[in-house]
Every structure is written in structure tokens, then in C-alpha cells.
């Protein structure tokens, strides 16, 4: 999600190893588009396999996922169902920018111009439905539990945290937090360093919560107010007032107190608020309980190795540290759930 909430929240940052132990929700359509966004070759083309089939979902899944096992965290993950109505338009735009990109692609690797060609590449990140039932399927062999959201898997997410069936959700949206996420993990399948982007020069990125109860302290608003200042933005639903960001937003909403009041002091209008706020605040949700399973060793080989051509030693290694966890993290020991 575009929305830029960053400013306004209390963030702190924090080692994998902190959350030994935690159960832990992923937005799963999110860290999938992170791992086919960051996974590529030098040229920005993903990684495949001997018979041309993308790899790069599975590739980040089942290595940065062996990691975050290693260090102890209990993981399950929330895929999105169907997307709400008001969010067709975004969709639309998004794949028409897709297909720009591509153009772009194709003129920059003609021109043998490497760097924006990877720029490029990454904007044309798509994530179909094959790619998806590829990656339940590994999460399966992996014992990692997982859910279908009946809409927005960052709404999802929250419900699972407010309900105490997880410690902490993670995703890099910040709608996760409009949605009602108490304990919000950002960077979690990101840490480490990071090349930006047309220049020589790499960040280190570290994982970090969201602290809401600190946040919404030192705004002096209220979640429901929060979202207000979304709205006035511009969400996934609604394209938002121009000339309001987080900053002016803020402002707007601690002197009125709600986005039909700021509304009316500016004159302008946002004609379906009513049913974007809702979105925010009674979003369709599911219960669920996740339960973590045995690993499936040899399936899973069988499964990267033979299927998709993974080198085997390397998935050898990451799955022996996997399984060795397993004392640690007591990730798969049935009797503890």
C-alpha cells in the first residue's frame, strides 16, 4: 500500500531473535510480492527453473522463512481472498503501470542498461494463481500453517492478533495497522543489507515494531481517527484530498476531531467515506487456529530438488538447520498447542 503512515508512528528496532518463540502471522501476498519484487538475476529477470517456471516465491519462502525458524519464531501465514469492490480501480491502475514497465524493461535490456533494466523488472512484479497454490503447497511440507482470507489478508492479520491466536502480525502495509494490528513486526523478511536503487551505496535494514499504544498516545487520536487522517490521504479504497499527507492530516484531525468536519472546513468532499471507514473498521474476517505440524524432510527435497530443480546441497543445509531448530524453537511439537 502507498500510504505513508511512517511519520507518525513510534518504531523501534529490534534483532529476529527478540521474537524467539512468538507466534508470528505474515501478510502472505505481501512478503510473496517481496520475494519476486528482490529475488532476481542482474538483469531483473526472476529466477527459474529448467523448465522456464518462476522460482523466486519458493526460493524466499524457503530460505528466509528456514531462517526466521532457526531463530525461533512460529510462523503461519494469511493469503488475501477476494478484494473489496472499491478496490478495483487501484488494481486496474496498477496493471496498466505493470505493463509500462515492461516496455521499459525490454528498451533498457536493448539498450544494455543493466541497472534501470533491474529498476524496471521489479515493477512489473505479478503474482499469479499458480505461483500462490506452489507456495501453500511448500508451506504444507514445511509444517507452516495457513488461511485464506475472505478479503484483505492485512485485516485478517489483525483479527488474529486482537484475538490473541498470534503475538505479533508482520507486513510491510501499513493499512495492517488501520485495520486494527496492535503488534506490527515491518522488515521481517527484509533484514540485512539493501542496494538503493541507481546508486552505489547499500542500507542496512533492520527489522522493527510498530508500537500502536505509544503512537496513538503521543497523536492524541483515537484508531477510528487514524483511519480519518487515511482517508484524507488517500487509501487501497479511496483517492484521498490532494495536498493532505501524514503531517497535514495529523493537523487536520487534532483541531476538528473527524474527516467530515475537516472535509467541510476545506470545502471538499469524499462522496463514499462512510464505506471506506467501514472497510477500515469491520472488515470480513475468519477465525482460525493455526496448527504447526512435522516437517516432511524428503517431500520437501523431492518437492524444491526434483519438481523445480533446486540445488540440493543448498537445500540440504537450509533444511538441516530447519529441523535442527525444532529443539529450540519447539516449533513442531504437537502437544505444545
Known sequence: ????????????????????????????????????????????????DSQGRVTSHLSGLFFKFSNLVESGLKLCVVFDGKPPKLKRNLLEVRRQRKIKAEIEWEAAIEAGDIETARTKAQQTTRLDPDMILESKKLLDLLGIPWV???????????????????????????DTVLFGASKLVRNLTLSGRRKLPKQQKWVEVSPEIIDLE??????????????????????DFNPGVDGIGPKRGLKFLQKYGSAEAVLNEIGKEITNLDEVRELFLNHPVIDFEPEWILPQRDA???YLCHDFSFNK???????????????????FTLGDF
Open 1 to 48: 500500500m502507498g500510504i505513508q503512515l511512517g511519520p507518525l508512528l513510534e518504531t523501534r528496532k529490534i534483532k529476529v531473535e527478540e521474537l524467539s518463540g512468538q507466534k508470528v502471522a505474515i501478510d502472505g501476498y505481501n512478503v510473496l510480492y517481496q520475494f519476486l519484487t528482490s529475488i532476481r538475476q542482474a538483469d531483473g529477470s526472476l529466477l527459474t
Open 300 to 302: 520437501i527435497m523431492d
Open 214 to 235: 505509544l503512537s496513538f498516545e503521543n497523536l492524541k487520536l483515537t484508531r477510528e481517527q487514524l483511519v480519518d487522517v487515511a482517508i484524507l490521504m488517500g487509501t
Open 148 to 174: 485464506d482470507a475472505p478479503s484483505e489478508g492485512e485485516a485478517q492479520v489483525a483479527h488474529l492478533l486482537n484475538n490473541k491466536v498470534v503475538d505479533y502480525g508482520a507486513s510491510q502495509d501499513f
Open 313 to 331: 546441497p543448498r537445500v540440504e543445509k537450509a533444511l538441516d538447520k530447519y529441523l535442527e531448530a525444532k529443539p529450540r524453537a519447539r516449533q
